[in-house]
């Protein structure tokens, strides 16, 4: 499914979940009535969101115009007009809600993981989002995450092959369930194992892994295991750290040489951008 075709599917739940059969209240102003109104940011933040706003209004009335100061992806400052826009008083009165609620979980998420990935500048490290999102969101969220300047892992469980405790468990040790999943794989997709001890690093190492997630190693044990698979002349491993990831130890982690560094809580520990609609009649 494409960007544009999500979008849609996301604000027609969202208007169908909001409005149900009906605004009562808006059926109080008169149906010609044109109104204008501005969105100001009360904060500084990310934009991100757009697409998705303009989408709320133009999926009631087609007709709606909005004009744009900024773009997703731009840092936005307290007291800043965002964009202004004209129609059908109804319709903005209708649609505020839900596209003010876009405009702010999305904003949300992408400044978060800008102040990430500043925390780790001048590193080689990328920050990287997962699964975590909030159901029904996941494009919306991990477009988000990109206009922050972070990177996205897998968007599903389609697209990759992330092989965690339980699935290793249940084949019974890395050697195996890596050939196993060697054979079951597209050229396509990548094939991730993760790991939780230096041995499990080893046992991975030797059965000929290419992409590892540390989970929950500390900086200590990611020094080694950058060092040590550094030391492989046949091939490049690309090592990823999860699990306790902070903004305040997001830097020490991104210098001891990892690629990426994945965080759960860019996309389900965030707090919405404070917005606001304000109309003229």
């Known amino acids: 499914m494409n960007l544009e075709t999500e979008i849609i599917n996301n604000v027609k739940r969202a208007l169908s979940e909001d409005v149900g ?4 209240t808006a059926l109080l102003i ?3 009535q044109i109104a204008i109104a501005s969105i100001i940011s009360r904060e500084d933040a990310v934009l991100c969101g757009i697409r998705w706003f303009e989408t709320c209004f133009q999926q009631l009335s087609p007709e709606t115009k909005v004009q744009w100061f900024s773009s997703d992806g731009e840092i936005i400052h307290a007291g800043q007009e965002l964009c202004r826009i004209k129609g059908n008083a109804r319709t903005l009165l209708t649609a505020e809600r839900s596209a003010l609620n876009f405009l702010q979980t999305l904003s949300a998420v992408s400044t978060k993981t800008r102040c990430y990935v ?4 001048g590193t080689n490290a990328a920050i990287v989002d997962t699964r975590k999102t909030i159901p029904g969101l996941r494009f919306a969220q991990k477009y988000a995450v990109k206009c922050g300047g972070g990177a996205n892992h897998r968007f599903g469980l389609y697209d990759g092959i992330l092989i965690k405790e339980n699935h290793i468990m249940a084949t019974g040790n ?4 890596l050939r196993v999943a060697e054979k079951t794989t597209s050229t396509d997709s990548f094939i991730q194992i993760e790991v939780e001890t ?3 690093l080893h046992a991975a190492i030797n059965a000929g892994a290419n992409m590892i997630l540390l989970d929950n190693f500390n900086l200590d044990e990611l020094r080694y295991s950058v060092a040590f698979t550094a030391q492989l002349s046949n091939r490049k491993v690309i090592l990823e750290a999860s699990g306790g990831v902070t903004l305040e130890n997001v830097r020490a982690i991104a210098e001891t040489g990892v690629h990426r560094i994945s965080i759960g809580g860019l996309t389900k520990d965030i707090r919405a951008v404070d917005l606001s609609m304000r109309f003229t009649f």
């Open 21 to 24: 059969v009906g605004d009562s």
């Open 174 to 177: 890395i050697e195996k369930i």
């Open 118 to 121: 500043n925390a780790i500048s």
């Open 198 to 200: 230096l041995d499990e």
């Open 30 to 32: 008169p149906s010609n």
